[in-house]
């Protein structure tokens, strides 16, 4: 492991200041980073610890909607009773998501940022990597990628995404902030992560020493209706094969608004819009999720071990519907 140094930040501006010398990574819960340092995966000259930041908070916001600070511990938002009893899709997902001793430890801001879990990332005894090393090629398009994308990939890069808790918010529209050298930006969560194209090395489009400081989540008519189904190989602590965020508005019977986003199929959560747009005003029945589910896998793309996913993930998006139209039990549990 290459040897780095550790710096403490005392505030949001002793962060950005820290972050601007070369080789800088800010740290948080480092469940992830740690991992990828000590493989050698990544390799940071400097640590910034931002866990001494004042970005821990989960607040109510006017609109009815909720602030969560990029620091709050996964637990800690899962457990909150304003996520419970307004957005318990996130809460699901949440608890959905590695062990209860890694919830502990993760922040929501680390989440966002966590990397791809694709085998040749991980193990630097492949020289092919070019999300790990540009250029060098992708080992997994000719390999064994039983747990790659099937939406979005490019020549270069076929990995996905592995976070549960960015589904859900993919599906609630949420906005994330961030501040950096130019100051302060929001930026809509569809656009936060991206596709690998020829530069997969980059898993989001954050700048250089910008620091997240907090999740927006708009206010949301969908509490009532919503499920979180992650499939997976075993039955914890493991990452999807398949997941999806359903949420619906129901108004005399019928979809009055709907969202759907996928996991574990692409580079970012992948949004399903079409299938989404099938469902307005119809009946949530048989037919109707059948006919979304059709449309949220059109367009996807197997590759040799993992063209199971196409069938999965429709099946899923009707198995989650389903849940999703079913009515909670009032008390706001997840
Ligand atoms: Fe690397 Fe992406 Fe190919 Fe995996 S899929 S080997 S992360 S380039």
Redesign the pocket.
């Known amino acids: 492991m290459q040897s780095f140094s550790y710096e403490r930040a005392a505030d949001i501006d002793d962060a950005l200041r820290l972050a601007g010398q070369p080789g800088a990574r800010f740290i948080g819960g480092g469940t992830n980073l740690l991992d990828l340092v000590k493989g050698g995966v990544e390799q940071p000259l400097r640590l910034i610890d931002i866990t001494r930041l004042a970005l821990g908070d989960i607040v109510e916001l006017a609109d009815g909607g909720v602030r969560i600070g990029a620091l709050a511990s996964n637990s800690a938002t899962a457990d909150h009773p304003l996520i419970r009893q307004r957005f318990p899709l996130l809460s699901q997902a949440l608890l959905a998501g590695a062990s209860a001793q890694l919830r502990n430890m993760a922040t929501v801001g680390g989440n966002l940022m966590q990397r ?1 879990r ?4 991980y193990d630097t005894a ?1 020289n ?5 090393v540009p250029g060098s ?5 000719e ?1 064994y ?1 039983r747990i ?2 099937i939406f979005g ?1 490019s020549e ?4 996905v995404n592995p976070s549960d808790m960015s589904v859900a918010l993919a599906a609630l529209d949420a906005v994330v902030h961030a501040r950096g050298p130019q100051g302060e930006r929001a930026i809509a969560f569809g656009d936060f992560h991206r596709l ?1 194209g020829d530069t ?1 090395e980059n898993d989001t489009t954050l700048a250089p020493g910008e620091l997240i400081t907090a999740i927006d989540l708009p206010a949301s008519p969908f509490a009532a209706h919503s499920h979180y189904l992650k499939v997976r190989d075993r039955a914890s602590y493991a990452f999807a094969l398949v997941s999806v965020a359903a949420a619906v508005e129901m108004r005399d019977g019928l979809v009055r608004s709907v969202r759907l986003a996928l996991g574990g199929v692409a580079h970012k959560p992948w949004r399903a819009s079409e299938a989404e747009s099938a469902l307005l005003g119809r009946a949530l029945d048989d037919v109707s999720m059948a006919d979304a589910a059709a449309l949220a896998v059109r367009g996807a793309h197997g590759y040799a071990h993992n063209e199971f996913k196409i069938e999965l993930a429709r099946r899923a998006v009707i198995r989650a519907l389903r849940k999703a139209g079913q009515v909670r039990p009032a008390g706001g549990k997840a």
Do not use: E, S, W
């Open positions: 791809t694709c085998y040749y990332f492949f092919m990597c070019n999300k790990r090629g992708c080992a997994a398009k390999g990628n790659h994308a990939a270069q890069c076929i990995a690998p997969p």
